[in-house]
């Protein structure tokens, strides 16, 4: 009963570094999300895949680019980090558009120095 | 203006109160989500409702749909319910998004 699993839980990076944080559901879920949550914010959406080869930018999605690799995984790549993506990052899959609930992996608390 | 707002942000209450976080919205929604993270924890779903009343244990949902506004209680409140609530829609019009509210930070004291 994995849900959704995310990797790594911790990164540190240097300015400038780039990583990729990996996400996979096993819930056959269409719809795939990457959020950030940064003190005194809610949840802030960086991109959201609704299918299996279509991925949309969300609120936040400047300095991060993602890969629907297949119906399973989703990634969210740092091409050039910045202290400014210093932040807890979340994976997330759902079926919302038949008004299910979301589930969510544990988090990736990325510091970039 | 937030598209979701919760109130309070923070609430400090004695073991066994009853407690209520509230959250209201601005935008037509499909459903709404209650939502708990545990300190340095994931997020877990606690309810999804678009009508009505949900029960859970101690934990009760309810929304208003006309007034555009839910509330989230917890009766016998326990140290353990100690976390942050957070309120999210479903943005009604077929987006496949959350949108969420800035969470409510809990703490029960024994």
């Known amino acids: 009963n994995a849900g959704v699993t995310q990797t790594p839980k911790f990164q540190v990076l240097k300015t400038g570094q780039s990583m990729t944080l990996q996400c996979a559901q096993d819930?056959?879920?269409?719809?795939m999300y990457w959020y950030r949550q940064d003190p005194g914010m809610g949840l802030r959406l960086i991109y959201y895949?609704?299918?299996?080869?279509?991925?949309d930018k969300g609120e936040v999605p400047n300095g991060y680019n993602v890969s629907r690799l297949n119906k399973r995984e989703f990634s969210l790549r740092l091409e050039s980090a910045a202290p400014s993506q210093t932040s807890v990052y979340f994976c997330?899959?759902?079926?919302?558009?038949?008004?299910?609930?979301?589930?969510f992996g544990q988090g990736t608390r990325l510091t970039v120095v | 203006k937030n598209e979701v707002e919760q109130s309070p942000q923070n609430l400090t209450a004695q073991e066994g109160e009853f407690i209520t976080i509230n959250c209201s919205y601005s935008v037509g929604i499909s459903a709404l989500h209650w939502l708990q993270q545990h300190p340095g924890g994931g997020i877990v779903s606690l309810f999804m409702l678009s009508s009505g009343k949900k029960k859970h244990g101690r934990l009760i949902a309810t929304i208003n749909i006309q007034e555009k506004h839910s509330s989230l209680h917890i009766t016998a409140s326990h140290p353990r319910d100690s976390a942050v609530y957070i309120c999210a829609v479903n943005l009604d019009g077929g987006a496949q998004k959350l949108v969420f509210g800035q969470g409510t930070r809990l703490t029960i004291n024994p």
């Open positions: 895949s609704a299918s299996e080869g279509t991925t």
């Open positions: 997330a899959s759902s079926e919302l558009a038949m008004n299910t609930e979301a589930f």
């Open positions: 819930m056959n879920h269409n719809s």
